[in-house]
């Protein structure tokens, strides 16, 4: 899906509409390595949330299951500058749970696209929820944003926490509440 020959094309064009010398030392080879980052940076506008989490293990009994702080790193497509900061997943299971780096793999996989923050915690969410078929699930997303922390109000500090519940957390204020100390919020 990327096409790396544009990307190089776009690139080059990029840099002489800001007044750039592609040409010079520095910048001749960054074309390149642009389209390459892009490979990285969008590899999961290919791939589907679940997949990580369609390896399964039984369990004997239900239960909770809390993953915090999952690291990430996003790219906005309104500015197309990053975001990053830590996703927490809770889910409440039936009869069978997955690993829990595919959690992680899962919330990568949602992260890699141009993306909003609502939508990537609600893609995440929605990836449990089909996967897993578990009672209910929580996703708490904390993230700084740079299109507010070096452009526009310059704001370095702010945070921006975004929440998606579905299932027995949907309506479970208790239970919410459960998950967000849990998570020191």
Do not use: W
């Amino acid at each position: 899906m990327i096409d790396s020959e544009k990307i190089q094309k776009a690139v080059k064009l990029f840099l002489e509409a800001i007044g750039e010398d592609g040409s010079r030392n520095g910048l001749c080879d960054t074309p390149g390595r642009v389209a390459r980052m892009c490979e990285e940076l969008f590899l999961g506008m290919e791939r589907r949330g679940e997949e990580p989490l369609e390896k399964v293990f039984s369990v004997e009994k239900p239960g909770l299951v809390i993953e915090k702080d999952i690291q990430f790193y996003s790219l906005c497509e309104h500015h197309l500058l990053p975001f990053f900061g830590t996703v927490s997943i809770a889910y409440m299971y039936n009869d069978k749970v997955t690993g829990l780096s595919k959690l992680a793999r899962t919330v990568e996989i949602c992260a890699r696209r141009l993306q909003i923050q609502e939508n990537m915690t609600s893609q995440i969410a929605d990836a449990v929820m089909k996967a897993l078929c578990p009672r209910g699930v929580m996703v708490v997303v904390q993230a700084e944003h740079m299109c507010m922390s070096m452009r526009g109000v310059k704001n370095a500090s702010a945070k921006t926490v975004t929440m998606c519940a579905q299932g027995c957390f949907e309506n479970d204020l208790e239970l919410q509440r459960h998950v967000l100390n849990s998570l020191g919020l």
